[in-house]
């Protein structure tokens, strides 16, 4: 019997080793669809940047080996040891980018400016991924430093908006890169130098790159990995051909020893062009930025099997070829190309600039969704869809502001050079602010030593700044593109995050305690109408004061009153059971809850997302949860006790649910209790005919509560419960605030600048409302004024 178990048991993990290994290689190809695209193209452009300007005339052999040495070395340090070996390791429950590094640190220390984190918020199985070792080490004292002093949170806010700034100038400069170095070749094919119609050729297709993007991915995304791959081997093969049949010594150049020679030919030049050096490893931030989609392990897989060789072979064959044909620099690909595979190429580079554009565009839009779920962007339109990979996000503002500039770059430069120094210099910094983001999370969230941190920022820090020292010169050239649009996006960021942060403190410093409210109650007459009200509110403790306002001008409300907050916690994903925490404001007779909705930086609001309907569940789960005396998973506040009820056992079983096409049908749910509507006969043909007009109101009420005919011990329980179902069959009204915000009298030219930018951004963007999927006709606004 033995025997026959452990056989049993070895054909079980042989099972689920094959089922491992093919899930592994599938992320694998999947992810050269994605992630390599960009980096992958850069064959087509590097050895033209770096042979341009004074170097043109410095062609000889030992300078082109020189020039690929640099290449290889660079690849290896940047993209396979920097990135694929380290970097990769630093992510954030599997997410990767610049936001996540941010994310971890906010977690790990007191940096996240908003103040309104919660002690509930640590105890997320997502925000204890790290393992809770880590709280027992004493803090370094790095980060007492920064948690003790404003301004060091303040500028770590602001560097990594200035990376998130340059993710957005590379979802520009990339296509037009990418589209003019893969046109180019028609020069040699079609023997002509017209420019200007290279330029009308780009911008047709970059035009339809955007307009691809506004119709979606999903339904043309399985061919994008086949279309990469087909790329890589093409480049692989040509490679090989190359070094072959030009110049097989080249295998030598491997060696950094022709760096030196490189160097000791060109002087002075050699420097000023080591930046087109770089473009040999744009591309490599994708893998981590789109971390979160593939996993480590088939990315390192992908990167170490197809990427890295094939990219080597074909800078090595290009280096072949140029060393025997120096006249070819201008057009290196496409001249290293046999006659023959000209256009089979040609067509397999057009297909990959239109795959991989695709992909650092779409980063954008996630970069951007990211940076609003921190408040540091205006709210926009995020669209999510069956047109679109699930998990990615359209942008449409994002996306056709992206083409402007593209278009505005390719016909204004029309130059590749010049473009390649834009993009290179936007892609650096973006690898630098990873970089230094990167050794903080060494010493704060890793714990490592400070020498270890050092040595990690020493070693690939100081080739960032070498690689910046030679862009400088570049500035003039291009590189001041990337450099404007980044100060342009970074100050409308910044005034975004500081006027939400602002407008939060007013909120808290003005918030009203429920006992003053409570107290006032008999005096103000208030009355209590059927139905429900969801008061939205940023405050995750107290009553804003936009209730309180509402109050006095109009005392009548809800027979059952929820203030939602619905917040950003410093982690991806928020598991849904996890997401709601339900507590009671003021004694149970006045039927006041409030429910925190906690969301991950990369959760986002769908459609489909029935939030009256699970808020309903979550308050019926949460009464009976405190009627039976649960304090699991409970935080202790002002108002009372919050838990998070989707944590019971129990949730959803204790409160019937159904579909139903109409709340006054007169069908009810079997073993059920009916709950009648105390709603006038005419207000009910008046909600028939909003409904009528409002089909998406219907779709919204469809699901009906029934309450379980069972005895509880507390008939107070049963009547709360029957007062819930019966203001949810009632309807709900949600009242939002109707902000106008304005800077003191006495306020100081920059502060008063910051804040009316700030309100003419929120007067000219996405609605709140629109943002969290409020129905127009159940929506009340309430006006107020903000002197910040």
Excluded at 331 to 358: E, G, H, K, M, N
Excluded at 570 to 577: A, L
Excluded at 697 to 711: P, S
Aim: hydrophobic fraction near 45%; include cysteine; charged fraction near 15%.
């Amino acid at each position: 019997m033995s025997s026959d178990a452990s056989r049993e048991r070895g054909a079980s993990t042989v099972v689920e080793r094959k089922f491992q290994c093919r899930t592994l290689l599938f992320l694998a190809y999947q992810s050269f669809g994605y992630l390599y695209g960009d980096l992958s193209l850069s064959p087509l452009y590097v050895y033209q940047s770096i042979f341009s300007g004074k170097l043109k005339h410095v062609q000889n052999e030992d300078a082109i080996f020189g020039a690929f040495s640099l290449i290889f070395w660079t690849l290896s340090i940047v993209s396979l040891l920097k990135y694929t070996v380290i970097i990769l390791s630093a992510d954030d429950n599997g997410q990767g980018g610049m936001v996540a590094l941010y994310s971890q640190l906010c977690r790990n220390a007191k940096f996240c400016l908003l103040p309104n984190h919660q002690a509930s918020d640590e105890e997320l199985s997502t925000y204890l991924k790290l393992g809770s070792s880590n709280r027992c080490i004493p803090p370094s004292p790095l980060k007492r430093f920064i948690e003790k002093h404003k301004s060091t949170k303040m500028a770590l806010l602001i560097f990594v908006l200035l990376g998130a700034c340059m993710v957005i100038c590379v979802g520009a400069l990339m296509p037009a890169l990418s589209v003019l170095s893969s046109i180019d070749g028609l020069e040699i094919e079609a023997k002509t130098t017209n420019k200007s119609v290279v330029s009308r050729i780009s911008c047709v297709l970059l035009i339809g790159l955007f307009i691809m993007q506004h119709r979606g991915s999903y339904k043309v995304a399985f061919v994008f990995p086949p279309i990469i791959i087909l790329w890589l081997l093409t480049i692989f093969m040509i490679g090989i051909y190359n070094v072959i049949k030009w110049n097989p010594r080249v295998y030598g150049a491997l060696s950094p020893y022709y760096i030196y020679k490189f160097f000791r030919l060109t002087g002075k030049g050699g420097w000023v062009n080591l930046g087109g050096v770089f473009l040999c490893v744009t591309g490599t931030e994708a893998m981590f930025a789109d971390l979160g989609y593939y996993r480590q392990t088939p990315i390192r897989v992908a990167f170490y099997c197809v990427i890295y060789p094939s990219l080597v072979l074909q800078y090595m064959g290009q280096a072949a070829f140029l060393s025997k044909n120096l006249s070819a620099v201008p057009v290196t690909f496409y001249a290293s190309i046999p006659d023959v595979l000209f256009w089979p190429v040609f067509v397999v580079s057009a297909l990959a600039v239109v795959v991989s554009s695709q992909a650092v565009i779409a980063s954008t839009f996630s970069v951007v969704q990211q940076c609003h779920a921190f408040e540091s962007f205006p709210r926009v339109k995020a669209v999510h869809s069956r047109r679109w990979i699930p998990g990615q996000t359209y942008i449409p503002e994002v996306n056709w502001i992206l083409m402007i500039i593209s278009l505005a770059v390719t016909v204004g430069l029309g130059d590749i050079n010049r473009i390649g120094y834009a993009y290179g210099i936007a892609h650096l910094i973006l690898v630098f602010v990873t970089t230094c983001l990167t050794t903080l999370a060494i010493i704060l969230v890793w714990n490592q030593s400070l020498t270890i941190a050092l040595a990690f920022a020493l070693s690939f820090g100081s080739i960032d700044i070498l690689f910046l020292s030679s862009y400088s010169l570049k500035i003039l050239k291009g590189g001041w593109i990337p450099l404007v649009l980044s100060a342009v996006i970074i100050v409308l960021m910044y005034v975004w995050h500081y006027g939400s942060r602002k407008k939060y403190l007013f909120d808290t410093h003005n918030k009203v305690s429920m006992k003053t409210i409570l107290a006032l109650g008999p005096s103000l007459g208030i009355i209590r109408v059927p139905g429900m009200g969801l008061i939205y509110t940023e405050l995750a403790t107290g009553v804003p004061a936009s209730f309180t306002h509402f109050l006095t001008n109009l005392p009548a409300f809800y027979q059952v009153v929820v203030f939602v907050c619905v917040k950003t916690v410093p982690v991806p994903c928020v598991p849904h059971e996890e997401r709601y925490l339900v507590g009671r404001i003021g004694p149970r007779s006045y039927r006041l809850y409030r429910c925190i909705v906690r969301n991950g930086y990369k959760d986002v609001y769908s459609h489909d997302y029935d939030f009256e309907n699970d808020l309903v569940m979550s308050i019926a789960e949460f009464i009976q949860f405190e009627a039976e005396g649960c304090s699991g998973n409970a935080e202790g506040s002002a108002d009372g006790r919050m838990a998070v009820v989707r944590a019971s056992g129990k949730f959803g079983i204790r409160l019937l649910r159904s579909e139903s096409a109409s709340f006054e049908d007169g069908s009810s749910i079997p073993g059920a209790l009916t709950v009648t509507s105390t709603k006038s006969p005419t207000l009910k043909r008046l909600q028939a005919i909003y409904e009528r007009e409002s089909p998406e109101l219907i779709t919204r009420r469809r699901i009906r509560f029934e309450l379980q005919n069972v005895i509880y011990k507390d008939p107070r329980v049963k009547e709360e419960l029957m007062e819930l179902i019966e203001a949810k069959r009632t309807g709900a009204a949600y009242v939002i605030g109707h902000s106008h915000v304005k800077a003191k009298w006495n306020s100081s030219f920059l502060k008063r600048f910051a804040i009316d930018l700030y309100s003419f951004l929120r007067k000219n963007c996405r609605s709140p409302a629109v943002g969290l999927n409020i129905p127009p006709i159940s929506l009340i606004k309430v006006g107020m004024n903000y002197h910040v």
